[in-house]
């Protein structure tokens, strides 16, 4: 029985690999946007995302809680001490015993130096917070760790992001391994690297977090989304980050 | 205070032409759209934008509800002689921000 289960996870193994994309095939979503969206992006004074990363700098030297602390007041300047630190996230946290992303890291920061009130998802503020921090990593390749603790996040996270879901009854990986560079109506569909965020989405007219884009993509297949923060997005986003590692960090990068 | 980005060159030579970009944060809430109760989300977008070089004024825009949000605006001039630009964006409500920037022209 026991080897039967082996046999059958390897084979699935073999299945998953065969539908993988290769390093070299890899595409950034910045490739497959219009050139007037890619100007938007190159140019630091026509990037609206710009405006999220001014306001993190004005948060990130501004107290906050019962402890009366600044970001700034324990890791200084951001530019050296957040260098390369959003490429590496999510990370693994010792305390929780899980992998967390960037946002719940500026939140766990929050409520044991700060004492402050956690940030609500997708609020201007951690937005902001987010985009400042991973700005410093511009042009960095992602590199989140291989830990053996974060094995079994990554594992779920590739199961997810094969399992098909929802009405429509897709999973991640027909979309973006075996069908980007074709059209879904009028949008051409990416290979799904976060390699942004938080990015500007101009059909959002905003700033959005890669949480926000998972669960868009679930609603779009009529699935049920997770909650902000679940351990099941976490585990795609950093199933995700795995799947785009040494490619650049654009933060902010404006999509479609 | 909204947050806004304004970029032109800080020194420029006399006559030379000049590129000045804006982008200034602002919902520019149509006011066709309803809420999730189903009642209509007034109207809040940004109608004026002025632009002043040393109290002259060299460029404005009306804006509708057409608009994106975050507009950004981009125009260009002549560096007549140094001194400042003042840039200042009005929207619905009547609140204007301004904000001002040097130039010095040699």
């Known amino acids: ?110 409520a044991e130096r700060q004492k402050a ?17 991973a700005y410093q990593s511009r042009g960095m390749p992602i590199a989140v760790e291989d830990k053996p603790e974060l094995r079994g996040a990554r594992d779920l996270g590739a199961e997810l992001f094969h399992r098909r879901e929802g009405q429509l ?21 990416p290979q799904a690297h976060p390699t942004g965020y938080p990015l500007y989405r101009l059909e959002w007219q905003s700033l959005g977090s890669l949480q926000r884009r998972l669960r868009n993509c679930m609603t779009g297949v009529r699935a049920e989304p997770y909650e902000y923060g679940a351990p099941e997005t976490v585990s795609l986003e950093l199933y995700l980050m795995k799947r785009a590692r040494g490619m650049p960090i654009e933060t902010p990068a404006v999509r479609p | 205070m909204a947050r806004v980005l304004i970029n032109l060159p800080a020194r420029a030579k006399r006559g030379q032409v000049i590129e000045i970009k804006t982008l200034i944060a602002h919902p520019m809430e149509t006011g066709y759209r309803l809420d999730g109760k189903g009642a209509a989300i007034r109207r809040d977008i940004i109608k004026r934008f002025v632009c002043t070089y040393n109290g002259e004024e060299i460029f404005q825009a009306e804006l509708f509800p057409a608009i994106a949000a975050n507009p950004f605006i981009a125009f260009c001039t002549v560096a007549t002689e140094s001194g400042e630009l003042v840039f200042s964006w009005t929207d619905d409500p009547g609140q204007t921000q301004t904000e001002t920037r040097h130039i010095a022209v040699e």
């Open chain 1, 117 to 133: 009130e956690p940030l609500a998802w997708e609020s201007a503020e951690l937005l902001a917070l987010t985009a400042f921090v």
């Open chain 1, 169 to 189: 009854n897709l999973s991640c990986s027909q979309c973006h391994n075996e069908n980007w560079g074709k059209r879904l109506a009028g949008n051409v569909i």
């Open chain 1, 1 to 110: 029985m026991k080897r039967l289960r082996s046999v059958a996870l390897a084979l699935i193994a073999v299945f998953i690999t065969a539908a993988e994309l290769q390093p070299e095939a890899r595409r950034s979503g910045y490739d497959f946007a219009s050139p007037e969206t890619r100007a938007m992006q190159d140019d630091d004074t026509a990037n609206p995302g710009m405006l999220w990363v001014g306001q993190g700098e004005t948060l990130w030297a501004k107290k906050a809680g019962a402890a009366d602390k600044a970001c700034a007041d324990c890791h200084g300047d951001a530019q050296t001490s957040m260098k390369g630190v959003a490429a590496r996230y999510p990370a693994f946290d010792a305390a929780l015993r899980r992998p967390i992303d960037l946002e719940q890291r500026i939140n766990r920061c929050r």
